[in-house]
């Protein structure tokens, strides 16, 4: 079982810049492709970014989130810049071994954290 936990969220204005943690327990972290979700109120659970042997990115999210890994640390980022209102959301991450569909399908995942509350103000 691999619990995750996610820290970093907050409020924040926009053009402003927020860096989310998610930091797993296990001991094959550096094994697990990790993703991040998001999902606004009324609103399905949607991709923003994942990692595994490389990076991939929503469109909405390109060129102003980054997403990186320390497996020292167990510990997966994802650094946020230029945040714009609408990327207020709940933030989650997640984690898989042997992804069966692609890394943007929530589907994909076996293990989620509990979220983290991002809130950027126009």
């Known amino acids: 079982q691999v619990q995750l936990v996610e820290s970093g969220g907050g409020l924040v204005q926009a053009g402003g810049s927020l860096r989310l943690a998610c930091t797993a327990s296990?001991?094959?972290?550096?094994?697990?492709?990790m993703g991040w979700f998001r999902q606004a109120p009324g609103k399905e659970r949607r991709f923003v970014s994942a990692?595994?042997?490389?990076?991939y990115y929503a469109d909405s999210v390109k060129g102003r989130f980054t997403i990186s890994r320390d497996n020292a640390k167990n510990t997966v980022y994802l650094q946020m810049n230029s945040l714009k209102p609408e990327d207020t959301a709940v933030y989650y991450c997640a984690a898989v071994t042997s992804p069966a569909y692609g890394l943007a399908s929530p589907s994909t995942y076996s293990y989620w954290g509990q979220g983290t509350q991002v809130t950027v103000s126009s």
């Open positions: 296990g001991r094959t972290f550096s094994s697990y492709a």
């Open positions: 990692i595994s042997r490389t990076t």
